[in-house]
């Protein structure tokens, strides 16, 4: 079992920063890829970011690439965000969810409860 509680959202303007946390409990934290979605009200869940067990690999979804940096402390059991020039579209509920394997967003196999991230133009 993994439990997922992020923190660090909030409201900031256009081109400002916020780095986002994903803290996770359980000792098996380090076998799961960890990835970063977003869900705009009236939109559907958007990939973000991936970072895999180890931290060795990472992925960003293009809409993100250059602006956002996903890393993670296995020692600490902690996964961050670091997003900078941050656009009015990147305005969502952010969640962190932990996949054994799967690509696949619909079965991912813990999710944390979300963090409100505002960008103001």
């Known amino acids: 079992q993994v439990q997922l509680v992020e923190s660090g959202g909030g409201l900031v303007q256009a081109g400002g920063s916020l780095r986002l946390s994903c803290a996770a409990s359980?000792?098996?934290?380090?076998?799961?890829?960890i990835n970063w979605i977003r869900q705009a009200p009236g939109k559907e869940r958007e990939f973000v970011a991936r970072?895999?067990?180890?931290?060795?690999?990472?992925y960003y979804a293009d809409s993100v690439k250059g602006r956002f940096t996903i890393s993670r402390d296995n020692a600490k059991n902690t996964v961050y965000l670091q997003m900078n020039s941050l656009k009015p579209e990147d305005t969502a509920v952010y969640y962190c969810?932990?996949?054994?394997?799967?690509?696949?967003?619909?079965?991912?196999?813990?999710w944390g409860q979300g963090t409100q991230v505002t960008v103001s133009s």
């Open positions: 359980g000792r098996t934290f380090s076998n799961y890829n």
């Open positions: 969810a932990a996949a054994f394997t799967s690509w696949d967003i619909s079965q991912y196999d813990y």
């Open positions: 970072i895999s067990k180890t931290g060795g690999s990472t």
